[in-house]
């Protein structure tokens, strides 16, 4: 939501408030609070008037991208949400719409972002500013300066991983259009001990590391280097890696901005080599070695380092040697040489090593001024970027710090008169009345140290240049004596006897309370760094070198011009440089980013308000917003201000045709806004309370919100209205084609029911004729056969007086009898012929007569059956009567029996009487011989046959050999029980004895007879009509039979046989005879 809304004042949607002016009520603890909400939304610039309160976020925020660049371009201060692109941009304008040169003053402690601040200040007017070749060069150069100078000026400190260690003032300069022409840096004093010797935690100059990361083999050997920080006592190793620092890419990105800012390949080279010798000269040692005078003097221990530095310098080795043994004196005429002592050998190499790097830095600036100069000679407009070191306070604070925080007076001293004055001239050029307003003016503190007779700084230098003992505790005494009764200065040793008990102040201490807070400094070193004394001897060796760089640097080595007056101090350098500065930023239009660092732990997210409360202090932000806001609050100029608020009067809204001033006037007077609360300016009203901003700005919210309303209300009616129009359309469109659709429909359906009534009602019509037609046919019909039954009757009527009354009767039984007759001769001509076994009968000719044909045929086959056996004999008879009884016996039981039908029965096969054999037999025998044959008499024993006679008489049955004739055996018809036999086509049979009887005494009889049938049903007649009983025949395939004691099985089976179709027999085993039938 938020991003689609058009701003047009840093008043929309604020966090907090935009503009510390407008904080309600002003103290403290509403200034950090209204800095920590905003801080926590990520609103990391806050306004105090024009000033950009900036608080580190230490995390990469994306408010930097080139859309942010376009939304600020060309917008109004207060337009849009504080952002350093503003101040930026509203700088860039007025540099080149009004002429005027401007300053971007940068302040805040070590670590607060300055740097930062800097370089986006940089990059948004590069961005903005005009575009080309030849200007995207210059753009470019000045933008490449920073990375080679962070290389060889920064350091990481224990406040900051990339901390300045060194101020940098940079002029950038444009021409009347606005375009940049190029620029001029200013270094302001390098803090040359960190190449010596860094405190714990921080890390010498970036340069060393990135050097020994990034730089090839080839370059390195080239440098005699070793790939080894600690073989380099320059380096501290407890911090040689940083986090998220990659020194090997660093080293590359400064080779190539070198390239871009227009180094020649020959003098980056050159640089390195300065960078290896400083390095190289850390590592020479000294030892002491004894003179013949007493004295200690030292020497080189280890001579390779010196000669590896010599090659690398083109210095000739004896020289330098000499030089770090001995020193040369020169007073007028004379000349005195003196050894060098051990410690005194170490302080000359340090000495050596910091000023060759200090003035390689300076050299690097000249070289990069040299590169971004202004080619035109044509006026300029400058603007000016100011980025020094901020205020700090250590644990140990010596002469660098001192330099430092003064530099930081004063600028905070010029921060206050120019705040002042602009505010000031605001009003006088506004016609307002001005009114007198309280602050703190560091003022005095600055007189502490630079004042030029009694100031500190003086003191430092009156006591390097006094002849005779010089040492920081005579320094300190005339401290003591000079400033004791300065209110801001602090000492054990002052006359003032109030610090007298203080143990938190050593006795080689003094503390000045500075604008932001107290800070001791340690007076040790004061005099030496403040004289910054190189001696004579080793300028002249450098003079000598025959590396044209470090002969360059070292001028005063040239012997041609020697100059026995002693050079400026570092404090009076540094306190002359810093007025020209000041001078310099007096002329220009500044523009104030205040950096305030939120924590102590380089961590994002975390606001530590204790820490940014002492920020806020020192910094003097509430005197700021107080000194702001001590006549009116708020100021906008006419035409913004009605603008905004030109909806909450009638007059004034939607549009004002006047001019601008008298419609606030009239919006004003409408709103009754008491007349103390506002005034007005020639181009600006000027709003005294907040709290009338504030009132304003709610009821323009509330305006806004009706205006909304409104705006939603007639939208709304409008939307409808189109869409009802739209919808009425398309509803007549839809209704004139569903219309159309339906008659369509409805006629389809009629015209089909028309159809369907239409055909239903002509198949009704063709019925009812065709119903008539046929009534009418059959009226026809029963006309004509009503007529012929008229005319039978008629007829009949006619005829009847000729007919006796019963002749019909008559005629009927006349004709039956007529038929039966006919019947009766048809089937005597039809007659069968008179065979029992003739089936034909003539087919019946009257359905009347079906009884009768029947029993007719029945009649007739009884008749011809008694016909038939009346032809018979007694004895064909009884051979009837016996095959009768074997049908009755045999017939569908045994498998033979069919092929004895056929046979008639002979009874005596055997011709006894005939035959002269058997005449015996014969006369034995009286009864008559029903039975005479020959049968097969089965072995009990194997089963084998012999032949026997066998003889049925009326009461006897006799078995008789076959030759001789002599009877075997006689069995009494009464003694025999039973006759077994098989159900197949076999002639086998058993006779069954009467146990207990006479002839069962050998067992029962197991005979095979051709003709089984006729002498089993003779046997059977006989016996019946001898004993009146029936005589049991069974028919199986498996019975008994009893031979003497035992009883055998004997078995039919039905299977192939070896001789043919003749049944055998075969006795198993003593219990089974076995019968294999074909
Ligand atoms: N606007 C910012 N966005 C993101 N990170 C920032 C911003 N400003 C500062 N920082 C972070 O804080 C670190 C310190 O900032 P910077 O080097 O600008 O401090 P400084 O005020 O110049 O300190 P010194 O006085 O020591 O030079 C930066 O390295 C960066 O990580
Ligand atoms: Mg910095």
Redesign the pocket.
């Known amino acids: 939501m938020a991003k689609m809304e058009v701003k047009t004042s840093l008043l929309d949607n604020m966090i907090g408030v935009g503009d510390m002016v407008l904080l309600e009520p002003l103290n403290e603890e509403t200034f950090i609070n209204n800095l920590k909400k905003r801080f926590d939304h990520n609103e ?1 610039y806050t306004y105090i008037g024009s000033v950009v309160v ?1 608080v ?6 994306p408010i ?1 991208s080139p859309e942010k660049v376009e939304d600020y371009r060309n917008r109004n201060f207060y337009e849009l949400s504080p952002h ?1 692109f503003a101040l930026s941009d509203e700088a860039y304008r007025s540099l080149r719409d009004q002429d005027k040169d401007q300053c971007i003053l ?1 302040t ?13 200040v940089m990059s948004y007017v590069a961005a903005v500013c005009g575009k080309g070749a030849e200007v995207n060069q210059v753009k470019e150069q000045l933008l490449q300066s920073n990375p080679v100078l962070e290389a060889f000026g ?1 350091a990481k ?1 224990v ?7 060194f101020g940098k003032y940079m002029d950038i300069e444009f021409d009347f259009k606005g375009d940049p022409l190029g620029g001029v840096i200013s270094n302001y004093l390098l803090e040359k001990s960190r190449v010596v010797k860094q405190p714990r935690g921080e890390r010498n100059f970036h340069v060393f590391y990135q050097l020994l990361s990034g730089a090839s083999e080839e370059l390195l050997n080239k440098l005699k280097l070793e790939r080894d920080f600690s073989r380099y006592n320059y380096l501290s190793l407890d911090s040689a890696k940083v986090n998220g620092v990659d020194d090997a890419a660093n080293f590359r990105t400064v080779r190539n901005a070198m390239q871009i800012v227009g180094f020649m390949d020959h003098e980056a080279e050159s640089v390195l080599e300065v960078v290896a010798a400083v390095l190289k000269l850390g590592n020479i040692e000294f030892k002491p070695e004894s003179r013949v005078n007493g004295l200690d003097e030292s020497k080189i221990k280890d001579k390779n380092e010196l000669k590896e530095i010599c090659e690398l310098t083109g210095i000739d080795q004896s020289v330098l040697e000499r030089a770090f043994s001995f020193r040369t004196v020169e007073a007028k005429q004379e000349k005195v040489s003196t050894t060098l002592n051990v410690a005194q050998a170490y302080y000359a190499r340090d000495a050596l090593a910091k000023n060759l790097y200090s003035r390689l830095f300076s050299w690097l600036v000249n070289r990069i001024n040299e590169s971004i100069k202004a080619q035109t000679k044509v006026r300029k407009k400058v603007m000016g970027v100011l ?4 205020f ?1 306070i250590f644990e140990d604070n010596s002469f660098e710090q001192f330099i430092i925080n003064y530099c930081n007076e004063k600028l905070q001293q010029i921060f206050i008169e120019l705040t002042l004055k602009e505010e000031q001239e605001e009003y006088i050029r506004e016609d307002i009345e001005w009114t007198h307003i309280d602050y703190f003016n560091n003022a005095i503190i600055c007189d502490l140290i630079e004042n030029n007779t009694n100031g500190i700084l003086a003191m430092l230098d009156e006591e390097c240049l006094r002849p005779g003992t010089v040492t920081d505790e005579t320094f300190l005494e005339k401290l003591n004596q000079v400033c004791a009764t300065h209110q801001h200065f602090e000492s054990r040793m002052s006359k003032c006897s109030r610090f007298l008990n203080d143990t938190s102040l050593p006795h080689s201490c003094f503390r000045i309370q500075h604008y932001a807070g107290k800070v001791l400094y340690q007076v040790e070193g004061f005099v030496d760094k403040n004289n910054d004394l190189l001696y004579r001897d080793l300028s002249q060796a450098m003079w000598k070198a025959g590396h044209t760089l470090i002969k360059s640097l070292f001028p005063e080595g040239n012997p041609a011009k020697i100059n026995l007056k002693r050079p400026p101090t570092a404090g009076s350098q540094f306190k002359a440089s810093v007025a020209t500065l000041m001078k310099n930023l007096q002329t220009k239009n500044p523009n104030y980013i205040r ?1 305030i ?1 939120p924590n102590d732990k ?1 961590a994002a997210h975390i606001f530590n308000e204790a820490l940014v409360c002492h920020q806020i202090r020192y910094l003097g932000l509430l005197e700021n917003v107080r000194v702001r806001r001590a006549g009116y609050a708020f100021r906008q100029a006419y035409e913004p201000c009605l603008e905004r608020y030109k909806m909450l009067c009638k007059q004034t809204w939607p549009h004002w045709k006047g001019p601008a001033r008298a419609g606030v006037e009239v919006l004003f007077n409408e709103l009754e806004i008491p007349v103390e609360e506002y005034s007005f300016g020639r181009s600006k009203i000027f709003i005294r309370n907040p709290r009338t901003l504030f009132k304003l700005e709610d009821l323009r919210k509330q305006r806004l919100e009706d205006l909304a309303t409104l705006i939603q209300k007639i939208y709304r009616g409008w939307k409808c209205r189109t869409h009802f129009l739209l919808m009425r359309k398309s509803q007549i469109v839809i209704a004139a084609w569903y219309r159309r659709y339906a008659q369509q429909k409805r006629y389809q359906q009629i015209k089909s029911s028309a159809l369907v009534i239409q055909s239903y009602i002509r198949g009704w019509k063709a019925r009812k004729i065709l119903r008539e037609l046929k009534h009418q046919k059959r009226c026809e019909e029963a006309a004509t056969t009503i007529a012929a039954y008229w005319h039978g009757t008629q007829v009949r009527r006619e005829y009847r007086k000729f007919f006796r009354a019963n002749a019909g009767k008559k005629i009927y039984e006349f004709t039956i009898q007529r038929i039966v007759q006919k019947y009766f001769l048809e089937m005597k001509n039809k007659m069968p012929s008179l065979s029992p076994i003739d089936k034909n009968w003539p087919s019946r000719p009257y359905l009347f007569l079906d009884s009768t044909h029947k029993e007719l045929k029945r009649i007739f086959h009884l008749w011809r059956c008694k016909k038939y056996r009346d032809q018979f004999t007694d004895q064909k008879k009884l051979i009837y009567e016996e095959k009768l009884e074997a049908s009755e016996l045999f017939k569908d039981k045994k498998a033979l029996y069919p092929s004895s039908v056929g046979q008639p029965f002979q009874g005596a096969y055997l011709e006894i009487n005939k035959n002269p054999k058997y005449k015996k037999l014969k006369d034995a025998i009286e009864e008559k011989i029903i039975i005479a044959e020959v049968v097969n008499k089965i072995n009990r024993a194997n089963g084998k046959s012999t032949s026997r006679i066998f003889l049925l008489t009326n009461n006897n049955l006799l078995l008789a050999d076959q030759k001789s004739g002599q009877i075997k055996s006689e069995v009494p018809l009464v003694d025999v029980t039973k006759v077994s036999m098989s159900s197949q086509n076999d002639g086998f049979f058993a006779i069954h004895l009467k146990e207990g009887s006479e002839a069962a005494s050998k067992g029962d009889f197991l005979f095979s007879s051709e003709h089984l049938i006729e002498m089993a049903t003779k046997l059977y007649r006989t016996t019946l009509s001898q004993t009146k009983q029936k005589l049991n025949i069974e028919i199986s395939d498996e019975f008994l039979v009893q031979f003497r004691q035992d009883k055998v099985c004997v078995k039919f089976i039905q299977g192939n046989q070896k001789n043919g179709s003749v049944p055998t027999c075969k006795r198993k085993n003593n219990r089974l005879l076995e019968v294999a039938v074909p």
């Open positions: 990391i900036s580190n976020p230490y995390r990469s925020l930097y350093i940068i805040g402690e070590s670590g607060a972002g300055k740097t930062e601040a800097s370089k986006l920064n400190t406040r900051n991983d990339n901390s300045s260690r980025d020094i070191y901020g700090e950096c660092k380089k």
